[in-house]
């Protein structure tokens, strides 16, 4: 049985962390008052204020972080934060619906750049890792054509025609996760893939459900 994919609804915590500061201060505009607007956090000293605030064992934690921290810097500011607790819940569904297509376009793109950069060409991986390499770049060329959202950084070109063979496997979930990590994927993008993330731009490949890349 494939895994189930977990799809994280950040409106169900926003509206918690809200209701405390709404009921703590009276209204969002007092609570931040209450605020340095210079201080940034990372997720540590995060999840750091959401136990002060008694609201850690409630909130998804990483993925509350990653819902705000819409520019993937690492670090979200105070003003970031307030910023999302004021939206309607609407206008949060459809902020982390493009958010998660950007990132999946992101991790695309750091896997074209990454093949290009450590094989000469895609080309050239394809008949390096033979059939393995075409299943999944193949797969990823399809998600990325079929997205009304196209990178703006290199694109991947049609892999040229290969017959599967015997030895064709499909990759897992953790077959993926090794070769994001064999090539240098988040060495490019300068973070780590959370299992979210990955979770997530894997079923944006995996597209019939079954659990592999096939």
């Given at each position: ?6 799809i994280?609804?950040p ?30 956090v990372?997720?540590c000293?995060?999840e750091?204020m ?10 998804d934690?990483?993925?509350?972080f ?7 810097s690492?670090?979200?500011s105070?003003?970031?934060?307030f ?6 819940i609407?206008s ?7 958010r998660?297509?950007a990132?999946?376009?992101r991790?695309?793109e750091?896997?074209a ?12 991986y ?12 193949d797969d990823?060329d ?9 990178p ?20 897992s979930k ?6 994001v ?10 973070r780590?893939?959370?299992?979210t993330?990955?979770?997530h ?6 597209t019939?459900?079954t659990?592999f890349?096939?």
């Amino acid at each position: 049985m494939p895994e189930e994919l977990q799809i994280y609804r950040p409106e169900d915590d926003v509206e918690r962390l809200a209701q405390y500061f709404n009921s703590r201060y009276g209204s969002l505009e007092k609570a931040l008052q209450q605020f340095d607007h210079d201080v940034e956090v990372d997720i540590c000293e995060f999840e750091v204020m959401l136990k002060k605030w008694g609201l850690a064992k409630d909130v998804d934690t990483v993925g509350l972080f990653e819902h705000i921290d819409w520019d993937i810097s690492g670090r979200i500011s105070v003003d970031e934060l307030f910023r999302v607790l004021a939206m309607p819940i609407q206008s949060i569904q459809v902020r982390e619906k493009q958010r998660k297509q950007a990132d999946v376009m992101r991790v695309y793109e750091a896997l074209a750049k990454c093949i290009r950069e450590k094989f000469g060409s895609i080309e050239e991986y394809f008949e390096k890792q033979r059939i393995q390499g075409t299943v999944v770049l193949d797969d990823l060329d399809s998600s990325m054509r079929s997205s009304k959202q196209r990178p703006q950084g290199p694109q991947l070109p049609a892999p040229p025609p290969t017959p599967f063979s015997p030895e064709a496997r499909a990759l897992s979930k953790a077959d993926f996760r090794r070769l994001v990590t064999d090539i240098g994927v988040e060495r490019y993008l300068g973070r780590e893939l959370s299992a979210t993330q990955l979770q997530h731009v894997f079923s944006s490949i995996d597209t019939d459900r079954t659990g592999f890349i096939s």
